[in-house]
């Protein structure tokens, strides 16, 4: 019993060399290209000049609508944030310790000026979406409407980005 316990035991060591030879051999493939990987085509390019992109039509109104739709409830969820932000502010700066009245109330407060900048985050989402579907519609250059998406998704991602700060440090100081 003990020979074979001792066998077990050395049949890794005797088996490492051999499995070491194998490795050492160089009958491996190439991985370099071979010719018959490389792109060929016979596709005739598009009448014109190579340089000339088409020319897109502009943002429909309705799209243009929808934007400032979206920017404007972002815009008025953004200045509901900002003016409950003084209210957390002193809150939080008044907060004692974890069991105390007083830092129930400044987790409340922080709630709520989180739950005040949903409408800036769901616009920010459709805003997402609209950019993600109309860059889909068109790869190879920015649409004009996928541009006015763009700069309405940059304005009120910066909103988001701006509530994002407040809440973390708000946070952090609630915690700490």
């Known amino acids: ?30 991985l370099a290209i ?3 990987e490389r792109v060929q085509g016979s ?7 190579p340089d000339a992109a088409p020319v897109l039509p502009p943002a429909s109104a309705d799209l243009t609508t ?3 739709g979206l920017v404007d409830l ?13 209210a957390v502010e002193r809150a939080v700066s ?12 400044a987790q409340v407060a922080l709630a ?8 800036t985050v769901t616009s920010l989402a459709e805003l997402d979406q609209l950019y993600v579907d109309a860059r889909a519609a068109n790869p190879e250059q920015v649409s004009p409407a996928a541009a ?19 809440i973390g440090k708000l946070s952090a100081r609630l915690k700490g």
């Open 1 to 30: 019993m003990q020979a074979r316990a001792a066998l077990f035991r050395t049949l890794p060591i005797l088996a490492a060399p051999a499995l070491a030879a194998c490795a050492a051999s160089s009958d491996y493939p190439s």
């Open 34 to 36: 071979r010719q018959v």
């Open 43 to 49: 596709a005739t390019p598009v009448a014109g000049s």
């Open 66 to 68: 929808r934007l400032g």
């Open 74 to 86: 972002a815009q008025k969820a953004h200045a509901a944030f900002a003016a409950r932000q003084g």
């Open 94 to 105: 008044g907060a004692g310790g974890v069991t105390s009245d007083s830092w129930s109330n």
């Open 112 to 119: 709520e000026l989180q739950a005040a900048r949903s409408p």
């Open 148 to 166: 006015a998406i763009g700069a309405a998704r940059d304005k009120v991602a910066n909103w988001v980005t701006t509530e994002d700060g407040v």
